[in-house]
């Protein structure tokens, strides 16, 4: 829309704008009574016998005056539909605020909790888009059908998409919401590009030239059905989980490194009894899905040593849907102001509980635009908490360096460990344990001169899991991760979005040449971070206004939203940059050239419209 003439703007906003308001108005003012447009419609014979049947009377009771049930239980529309919590709750603020619906918080939180646990989705339907969830920003190519992805990602990533589950005639109503509540979709994302094809496709067959939003609901409606056997077999087994006890921690914040501790759970279940539902009628709480707990977290930072402790509390949904939030206490801010910030105020944690209740995976994160993260993994200690258990290190350990000392983390380890515990592989010698802890165990190695290099792992006697370290005879080359960067300017209007940058050093392998396939990455290493000035247009300046990069950590703070009168044309403070890291191996030659290397980061606008999914976390 920024790049079309103002009169073509103004003229779609004269005769999209009625329509808009009116459709609004007429959700807004409806009696309580009355259903919305299309909501009590029967429902179709393709349908029938398919719908999940509503026993909670909390739903019927705030969603029934629109939708009808019939004699199984059947809602309209409710009952053909699955989704995340993430995906419920959002529907849940739609009915809020455009069709009158009045609830409770309480009675939100117990609406979206049944709604996820009783019309969710299985675990191997999450798992394909969990980034959705996890709020990961990675660059997806849905390549089962390329119309789906290009209709859908113009207003909102692909996710959305891959955790619903719908009948034909629902999806075929979610285009008719879309065309409803935000009428430019069909010009900027329900449209047919180009002319029709007229000759054969590359398989013989005549050309496909229905309406790319016709392709994309016959897609959609085979691959992501309402019934399906994963569901079948999930809600066949689904329970409440019993997470009670301690579990080991191991994780890797970009950045920063691995990170290593432990989370003790604890059961929160809500007492069985009944809320208010707003009119003075009693409703019950009691579900055998729900599942609450509250979690004490103490993890380090393996590189700096920097060592947090949390509290938090969690909901799981379905059975095995994680979704918490922590803090380090009511002081805590809201907002990072620095780096040791960005990973003190709430954060909030998304993971996904594998069928035998023994570990868990995913994401932990905070910052405006969840940017700022950890990537987290957990193991229960055994049904006792005493399961000896070794996590990892953060070791690189040069071939021919004399000596070095290693650290290695984890759980219930030995109070005595002598060098014969432990096993380093071919060409590593354990020389003396500089001291042993129940959450660490340093000591000192020699590595020989003809040492083999690459990752390897280290074992430790009596324990279970292993750490890993990686040895190096030269470190060749330097790559920044992201190789592309985004970041965005606020702090007047809107908030900032960060982007962390950091170097990973690498090994040309065998063959001794780089960027093939034996590179062996050897791990993130302390590099000296800077910017130059990507040119991309005369008299580029972009570098002096875009923000700047802590030269330590990598962490790039863009600068606030403009205009900037100190600007040419009184432009504001987007560009984009090269951001460039060096760093000086040890062992180097004197005198020799530091490795260098750098990635791409453009710094543009805030987001001024945000279709993320809401987040579900205890509060």
């Not at 290009?150 to 719908?166: E, F």
């Not at 700022?372 to 200690?381: Q, Y």
């Not at 900037?564 to 560009?575: A, D, K, M, T, Y």
Request: aromatic residues 8%; glycine residues 10%.
């Amino acid at each position: 829309m920024m790049n079309r003439p103002r009169w073509l703007v103004a003229a779609f906003a004269g005769i999209l704008a009625p329509i808009w308001i009116a459709g609004v108005i007429s959700f807004a003012q409806a009696p309580a009574g009355s259903p919305a447009p299309g909501a009590s419609q029967a429902p179709k014979a393709e349908e029938e016998g398919t719908g999940i049947p509503v026993t909670s009377d909390l739903v019927k009771q705030k969603c029934g005056s629109c939708h009808r049930s019939d004699d199984r239980g059947v809602m309209t529309r409710i009952s053909y539909r699955r989704s995340t919590p993430e995906g419920w709750q959002e529907t849940i603020r739609r009915m809020v605020t455009l069709n009158s619906v009045t609830l409770e918080p309480q009675e939100a939180r117990e609406i979206v909790a049944y709604l996820a646990n009783h019309h969710g989705l299985a675990p191997e339907e999450v798992r394909p888009a969990a980034w959705e969830v996890e709020r990961r920003l990675i660059d997806f190519k849905y390549e089962a059908d390329r119309d789906t992805e290009n209709v859908c990602i113009k207003c909102h990533s692909l996710g959305r998409v891959l955790l619903q589950r719908r009948t034909r005639i629902e999806w075929e109503l979610l285009i008719a919401m879309h065309r409803g509540y935000y009428p430019l979709v069909d010009t900027q994302a329900f449209r047919r590009g180009g002319p029709p094809q007229r000759e054969p496709g590359p398989d013989g067959r005549p050309p496909d030239n229905r309406h790319p939003v016709d392709r994309v609901i016959d897609h959609v409606a085979k691959t992501f059905p309402l019934v399906t056997p994963e569901w079948s077999a999930w809600s066949a087994t689904m329970r409440a989980p019993r997470l009670e006890g301690r579990w080991a921690l191991s994780g890797y914040a970009p950045g920063q490194g691995p990170v290593f501790g432990e989370v003790v759970i604890a059961s929160a279940a809500a007492s069985p009894t009944t809320e208010s539902s707003g009119d003075g009628a009693a409703l019950p709480t009691s579900d055998p899905l729900r599942a609450e707990f509250t979690t004490t977290e103490r993890y380090s930072f393996a590189r700096s040593g920097k060592t947090v402790t949390r509290k938090g509390r969690a909901v799981v949904y379905t059975g095995f849907q994680w979704r918490g939030r922590s803090s380090e206490g009511s002081s805590a801010p809201t907002q990072p102001r620095t780096r040791e910030d960005l990973v003190s105020p709430d954060m909030r944690q998304v993971m996904s509980i594998d069928r035998d209740w023994r570990s868990a995976t995913g994401r932990w994160f905070t910052g405006a635009y969840d940017e700022i993260g950890i990537d987290v993994t957990l193991h229960r200690l055994g049904p006792d908490g005493k399961q000896i258990t070794l996590l990892g290190s953060a070791q690189l350990l040069r071939a021919g360096g004399g000596a070095q000392t290693v650290n290695l983390y984890g759980a219930n380890l030995p109070a005595t460990v002598a060098p014969a515990d432990l096993n380093f592989g071919p060409g590593i010698s354990v020389t003396r344990v500089v001291s042993a802890e129940p959450d660490a165990v340093s000591v000192e190695v020699e590595v020989a001169q003809n040492a083999p290099v690459g990752v390897r792992d280290v074992f430790l006697s009596s324990a279970n899991g292993r750490a890993s370290v990686a040895v190096y005879a030269k470190i060749d080359g330097l790559k920044i991760k992201p190789q592309a960067g985004l970041a965005r300017l606020g702090g007047a209007n809107f908030p900032k979005q960060h982007q962390q940058f950091e170097a990973i050093a690498f090994s040309n392998g065998a063959d001794g040449k780089p960027n093939t396939k034996d590179d062996i990455e050897l791990g993130l290493v302390d590099a000296a971070w800077g910017l130059e000035e990507y040119s991309a247009t005369f008299n580029d300046d972009d570098v002096k206004f875009v923000g700047r990069i802590d030269e330590v950590t990598g962490l790039f703070t863009p600068n606030v939203d403009g205009p900037n009168p100190q600007r040419s044309g009184n432009r504001n403070n987007v560009g984009d940059v090269w951001v460039v890291a060096t760093y000086s191996p040890p062992g180097a030659a004197a005198g020799s050239k530091p490795l260098r290397s750098r990635a791409h980061l453009l710094v543009t606008v805030p987001l001024y419209l945000n279709w993320a999914l809401s987040e579900v976390a205890p509060r």
